[in-house]
């Protein structure tokens, strides 16, 4: 600070002008009327926000925090909640042997079909990097199932095709498997909803094939030249650059494959039949909440849902320093 700013700030108390700017503070917020007009923007600011904040916590932090007051309750809607602490955890992992079968499938369904379904759409979208002829029509081919994935449609088309007598019944009998029909197999059904999700990876191919873009082709030629086969490339080039994407799409499909809900309540006409192999952990909880009326029950299995998930994602993030390279990391 100059002899004569000290002297200014000395005699007046206040620091001058120049001292402000020098200091960082733009001189224009010193003036009463710049600073009502900062003040007239932040407010603005925060007017367009409140329609989100309204919907943010009038659509899902009052909602969470209720559900879970009712997880401790006894509720059937049409008499008040009753508390009853922990009676809800202690039943679901005692003696309720529904929701142990229901977890173990929803488990299965979970731990198969999403690593198959990220192989198959890593497989394709490798596949279409590497040929231009008619890349436009395949990707759009595989990415259409996508575009109604998850709908009521395509789960009932799904039943008709798997059900006795059904297209792919009769195809295989044609060479000698008569199964009889999946969806009312009980060994049977569980492996046509896996499939179901499988033939559903358009979205995680264009991802997958969106990240293959980015790898430079130099790469892949210094590794063939220095010897490297294709799995010695794929492995040492593919996966080390291609690991965010993975992680992404690994996360996104665990998550997706918890809440399946719409196939399955299609394909077993709501009773997850047959057998109960498609009475997935949201099939249970639908059941029990809306067809049963036990809302504090339900309530309950959702909770136990949330944390299973936010477990695994949480152990996700925490191993992917190990495995997930991104560009410009050290490691």
Same mark, same amino acid.
């Given at each position: 600070?100059?002899?004569?700013?000290?002297?200014?700030?000395?005699?007046?108390?206040?620091?001058?002008?120049?001292?402000?700017?020098?200091?960082?503070?733009?001189?224009?917020?010193?003036?009463?009327?710049?600073?009502?007009?900062?003040?007239?923007?932040?407010?603005?600011?925060?007017?367009?926000?409140?329609?989100?904040?309204?919907?943010?916590?009038?659509?899902?932090?009052?909602?969470?925090?209720?559900?879970?007051?009712?997880?401790?309750?006894?509720?059937?809607?049409?008499?008040?909640?009753?508390?009853?602490?922990?009676?809800?955890?202690?039943?679901?992992?005692?003696?309720?042997?529904?929701?142990?079968?229901?977890?173990?499938?929803?488990?299965?369904?979970?731990?198969?079909?999403?690593?198959?379904?990220?192989?198959?759409?890593?497989?394709?979208?490798? $596949? #279409?990097?590497?040929?231009?002829?008619?890349?436009?029509? @395949?990707? !759009? =081919?595989?990415?259409?199932?996508?575009?109604? *994935? +998850?709908?009521?449609?395509?789960?009932?088309?799904?039943?008709?095709?798997?059900?006795?007598?059904?297209?792919?019944?009769?195809?295989?009998?044609?060479?000698?498997?008569?199964?009889?029909?999946?969806?009312?197999?009980?060994?049977?059904?569980?492996?046509?909803?896996?499939?179901?999700?499988?033939?559903?990876?358009?979205?995680?191919?264009?991802?997958?094939?969106?990240?293959?873009?980015?790898?430079?082709?130099?790469?892949?030629?210094?590794?063939?030249?220095?010897?490297?086969?294709?799995?010695?490339?794929?492995?040492?080039?593919?996966?080390?650059?291609?690991?965010?994407?993975?992680?992404?799409? $690994? #996360?996104?499909?665990?998550?997706?494959?918890?809440?399946? @809900?719409? !196939? =399955?309540?299609?394909?077993?006409?709501?009773? *997850? +039949?047959?057998?109960?192999?498609?009475?997935?952990?949201?099939?249970?909880?639908?059941?029990?909440?809306?067809?049963?009326?036990?809302?504090?029950?339900?309530?309950?299995?959702?909770?136990?849902?949330?944390?299973?998930?936010?477990?695994?994602?949480?152990?996700?993030?925490?191993?992917?320093?190990?495995?997930?390279?991104?560009?410009?990391?050290?490691?």
């Amino acid at each position: 600070m100059s002899n004569t700013t000290a002297t200014r700030v000395i005699v007046t108390g206040k620091p001058s002008r120049r001292s402000l700017v020098r200091k960082g503070r733009p001189e224009h917020l010193g003036r009463p009327g710049a600073r009502a007009r900062s003040r007239k923007e932040t407010l603005a600011g925060y007017g367009f926000l409140v329609p989100w904040l309204i919907g943010f916590f009038g659509l899902t932090i009052i909602p969470m925090v209720y559900s879970l007051y009712l997880s401790f309750t006894s509720y059937n809607i049409f008499s008040p909640p009753k508390w009853i602490g922990l009676d809800n955890y202690v039943r679901m992992f005692t003696s309720d042997p529904s929701f142990i079968q229901s977890a173990q499938i929803t488990l299965v369904y979970v731990l198969v079909g999403t690593p198959i379904t990220l192989a198959a759409a890593l497989g394709v979208a490798m $596949l #279409l990097n590497y040929r231009d002829k008619g890349a436009g029509f @395949f990707r !759009s =081919a595989f990415y259409a199932p996508s575009l109604i *994935g +998850g709908s009521v449609s395509v789960a009932i088309v799904w039943r008709a095709m798997f059900a006795n007598d059904g297209p792919v019944d009769n195809s295989l009998s044609f060479f000698g498997l008569d199964l009889g029909g999946w969806i009312g197999n009980p060994n049977l059904v569980l492996p046509a909803m896996i499939l179901l999700a499988i033939w559903q990876f358009g979205a995680t191919m264009v991802i997958f094939l969106a990240g293959l873009k980015q790898i430079p082709k130099e790469l892949y030629e210094a590794a063939e030249m220095d010897g490297a086969g294709p799995f010695h490339r794929f492995r040492a080039v593919t996966v080390p650059l291609l690991s965010p994407v993975i992680f992404f799409n $690994l #996360l996104l499909g665990l998550i997706g494959a918890f809440q399946v @809900f719409a !196939s =399955a309540y299609i394909i077993s006409n709501g009773s *997850g +039949g047959p057998a109960g192999m498609t009475n997935f952990i949201t099939l249970y909880l639908y059941k029990r909440g809306f067809s049963d009326g036990q809302m504090g029950y339900a309530a309950a299995i959702a909770w136990v849902l949330l944390i299973v998930v936010a477990i695994i994602a949480f152990i996700l993030f925490r191993t992917q320093r190990s495995w997930v390279h991104y560009s410009g990391d050290s490691k």
